[in-house]
Each structure stands twice: as structure tokens, then as C-alpha cells.
Antibody, heavy 127, light 109 residues
Framework: EVQLMESGGGLVQPGGSLRLSCAASGFTFSDHYMDWVRQAPGKGLEWVGRSKTKFNSYITEYGASVKGRFTISRDDSKKSLFLQMNSLKTEDTAVYYC??????????????????WGPGTLVTVSA | SYVLTQPPSVSVAPGKTASITCGGNNIGSKSVHWYQQKPGQAPVMVIYFDSDRPSGIPERFSGSNSGNTATLTISRVEAGDEADYFCQVWDSDSDHNVVFGGGTKLTVL
């Protein structure tokens, strides 16, 4: 059974930093792209970014609102994904989810989706 | 960047059929995925690649996608289906290459 568990959330002041972790089990972690998705209180889902696999040179990609401030990394030996968040703003307040990304081409269309999610960890940015 | 538009809310009586739409420019050319999220819980995928159901998702959940609209259909709606539903696509032409719709709150009357 695929399991993802985030940790590291908490209260931080604007301008501060925080590092989130996601521990994975139940699947071959190193074979999968892994993503962070966040959800501000009462709002919708927002993609934060992804870490590709070693085969894809561990390339990372980010959403526009976090690019340059957040850094995603992974440790395949520990089956863990990380999110380093710097220069935090009040609008970064959200539940942060770790998600396993799956990609395929079916019926002539390519696509990527999230088949497993962790329960999330709350990050509150406030003075 | 690519935009997905969902109605904020849909209401349906138990036993009836609910349809939740997701609009986007030529969305029929993309693969659409749907997630259910109950209060205080993480999202759960209910449809992927327009119309495929993951194991464990009831057959009552189905999807379609054509033109500028994708639709999630829930037949014989139950009280336990009350949740927020989000559509999602991968837009290879955008920096925001994972795009979510704003979400639809399904209320079971």
C-alpha cells in the first residue's frame, strides 16, 4: 500500500524559512516523480512543484508563485521528499500535500495526475 | 496560462445524478483528472484520463471530455458523495504545467 506522510509544518514569521519532509513507503520511490501541492484555508488546490527522477537528472520545476523562494529535493535512499521554503509570505499559509505523480499516454493523449496523497501538514505564516 | 473553470456549487437530491463541469479552451485535446476532497481530508483521485476509474472507486463515478468541457458524472448520488471536486490537467505549454480547476462543492440535499 502506498503511504505518504508529511511533517515539518508549523508557525513561522513572514520572511522566515521552513523545511517540510515527506516520507514514502509501499512503492519504489526512486521510480516516481514526486510533487508538492498546497491548499490555502478555504481555497482550491495549487501546484507547488515537482522533483523528477534520477533518470531525468532530478530536474525540479516550480509554480510561478513560489519559483525562486522554494526548493524541492529528494533522497531516494531514504525514500523522502523535501520542500525548503524561504522568504515566506502570509499568502504561503496553507496545508501542504506531498503527492505521487503518475504519467502516461492513453488514447492518444499524454497526461500527468496524482494517484496518492499524504494527509498534509499545515504551514502558518504570521507575525 | 491555461485556466479551468468549474461552477462553485452543485446541489442534487439523493438517488439522482450530479454533473460537475470543467471548462477550458479545447480541453477535449487534454487528459482530465478528477479529485474528491472531503472536509479535513486529502484529495482522492476518482477519475483519471477523462473516464478511467481507479480501483476502489464506485462505478457510479464516470467522466467524459469533449470540445471545451469535461464532465464528472455521479449517478445514484449518496450522502457520502458530498465533497469538493477538483478537475486537473497537464498543460505542456505553460509554466504552470499542472493546472487545477477552482473546485465545485457538491451538496446532497
Amino acid at each position: 500500500e502506498v503511504q505518504l506522510m508529511e511533517s515539518g509544518g508549523g508557525l513561522v514569521q513572514p520572511g522566515g524559512s521552513l523545511r517540510l519532509s515527506c516520507a514514502a513507503s509501499g512503492f519504489t520511490f526512486s521510480d516516481h516523480y514526486m510533487d508538492w501541492v498546497r491548499q490555502a484555508p478555504g481555497k482550491g488546490l495549487e501546484w507547488v512543484g515537482r522533483s523528477k527522477t534520477k533518470f531525468n537528472s532530478y530536474i525540479t520545476e516550480y509554480g510561478a508563485s513560489v519559483k525562486g523562494r522554494f526548493t524541492i529535493s529528494r533522497d531516494d535512499s531514504k525514500k523522502s521528499l523535501f520542500l525548503q521554503m524561504n522568504s515566506l509570505k502570509t499568502e504561503d499559509t496553507a496545508v501542504y500535500y506531498c503527492a505521487r505523480e503518475m504519467g502516461a499516454t492513453l488514447r492518444g493523449k499524454s497526461g500527468y495526475y496524482f494517484d496518492s496523497w499524504g494527509p498534509g501538514t499545515l504551514v502558518t505564516v504570521s507575525a | 496560462s491555461y485556466v479551468l473553470t468549474q461552477p462553485p456549487s452543485v446541489s442534487v437530491a439523493p438517488g439522482k445524478t450530479a454533473s460537475i463541469t470543467c471548462g477550458g479552451n479545447n480541453i477535449g485535446s487534454k487528459s482530465v483528472h478528477w479529485y474528491q476532497q472531503k472536509p479535513g481530508q486529502a484529495p482522492v483521485m476518482v477519475i483519471y484520463f477523462d473516464s478511467d476509474r481507479p480501483s476502489g472507486i464506485p462505478e457510479r463515478f464516470s467522466g467524459s471530455n469533449s470540445g471545451n468541457t469535461a464532465t464528472l458524472t455521479i449517478s445514484r448520488v449518496e450522502a457520502g458523495d458530498e465533497a469538493d471536486y477538483f478537475c486537473q490537467v497537464w498543460d505542456s505549454d505553460s509554466d504552470h504545467n499542472v493546472v487545477f480547476g477552482g473546485g465545485t462543492k457538491l451538496t446532497v440535499l
